[in-house]
């Protein structure tokens, strides 16, 4: 989908740090969403938020932190707290609770 | 809490006949629907979804859904399968009880069209 982008499409990182992935989107759209896609699971939920200043937990939130300090923007960090971070992480994004989504092109977060 | 199972890892078929694929979902409201497809080496695409209305909800590519109030399912359908259309396809829900926009995707589903 276009309107929304995540950076980088690679990232390593060594055991016991925090990561930082970005997702931005232009599409003036109110809710945003982080999941993780692991082979055979799906996309479960982290996070999301449907509006600046606010976030709640998704399914799978422990060692991961994000924030909503504006509408286009909604990090994702992955802390040390994290057990298992290698995994491909997917952002989204819509307008209203009867929209569809639309998705980034994904960040693939390998720890090393 | 909403939820949403898809019970087949994968789903084989033969081109041209026709497919489904299985979503079933639990809301505490009434559901909001949705479809989704992952081609290799390409993003997630949308195919269609079920707001209200029509049960039979008809989508991109010659997909179709079919909402089922009373066996909570929303399977995917075509009536002739293509070798392209072999892919991952998920299912996702919303619940309109539920005043956030959480938004819960099934394991995802992968079909698989041979010649």
């Known amino acids: 989908d276009g309107g929304i982008t995540q950076s980088p499409k690679y990232l390593f990182r060594k055991e016991g740090q925090n990561v930082t992935l970005s997702c931005e989107q232009n599409?003036?759209?109110?809710?945003m969403y982080w999941y993780r896609q692991d082979p055979g699971q799906g996309l479960r939920l982290i996070y999301y938020?449907?509006?600046?200043?606010?976030?709640q937990k998704g399914d799978i939130a422990e060692g991961y932190s994000v924030s909503r300090e504006k509408k286009e923007s909604f990090p994702l960090t992955v802390t040390s707290a994290q057990k298992n971070p290698t995994a491909f992480y997917l952002c989204?994004?819509?307008?209203?609770?009867?929209?569809?989504?639309?998705f980034g092109q994904g960040t693939r977060l390998t720890v090393v | 809490a909403q939820s949403v199972a898809q019970p087949e890892d994968q789903v084989n078929v033969a081109e041209g006949n026709p497919l489904t694929v299985k979503c079933t979902y639990s809301?505490?409201?009434?559901?909001?629907l949705f479809w989704y497809v992952q081609y290799p080496n390409r993003g997630r695409q949308f195919l269609l979804k079920?707001?209200?209305?029509?049960?039979l909800v008809k989508g991109s590519y010659g997909f179709e859904a079919d909402f089922n109030k009373s066996q909570t399912s929303f399977h995917l359908k075509k009536p002739s399968a293509l070798v392209s259309d072999s892919a991952l396809y998920f299912c996702?829900?919303?619940?309109?009880?539920?005043?956030?926009?959480?938004?819960?995707f099934g394991s995802g589903t992968r079909l698989l069209v041979r010649p």
């Open positions: 599409l003036n759209h109110d809710a």
């Open positions: 938020s449907q509006i600046v200043n606010d976030f």
């Open positions: 079920y707001i209200t209305g029509d049960n």
């Open positions: 809301v505490s409201g009434n559901p909001y």
């Open positions: 996702a829900v919303r619940d309109e009880e539920d005043s956030s926009y959480k938004l819960i």
């Open positions: 989204a994004s819509t307008t209203t609770a009867r929209a569809r989504a639309f």
